[in-house]
Nanobody, 115 residues
């Protein structure tokens, strides 16, 4: 059974630097394209960052220079380091794993940026 389990969310002050983690099981993790998405209240889900099996990364313009996606294949885990958080970063963050026609989602973790 495939599982993606996110952790690391919560209430963060503006300017904070939390790190999200997504631990995967049941998949050949190193072969997968991995991504972080977010959905804010009343808005559509948007792509935040992706990392290929080879380690190439890409970011949404809104987070470029502030967020860093990385993967640790030995631990079947993908990370999202978030720096200089703003209130508009408040959302449910979900990880995504895809290879070919197979794709999986985590359940999401809430990140609320507020003082």
């Amino acid at each position: 059974q495939v599982q993606l389990v996110e952790s690391g969310g919560g209430l963060v002050q503006p300017g904070g630097s939390p790190r999200l983690s997504c631990a995967a099981s049941g998949i050949a993790f190193s072969l997968y394209l991995l991504g972080w998405y977010r959905q804010a209240p009343g808005k559509s889900r948007e792509l935040v960052a992706v990392i290929t099996s080879g380690g190439t990364t890409n970011y949404a313009d809104s987070v470029k220079g502030r967020f860093t996606i990385s993967r640790e294949n030995a631990k079947n885990t993908v990370y999202l380091q978030m720096n200089s958080l703003k209130p508009e970063d408040t959302a449910v963050y979900s990880c995504h794993a895809q290879t070919g026609s197979a794709y999986y989602w985590g359940q999401g973790t809430q990140v609320t940026v507020s003082s």
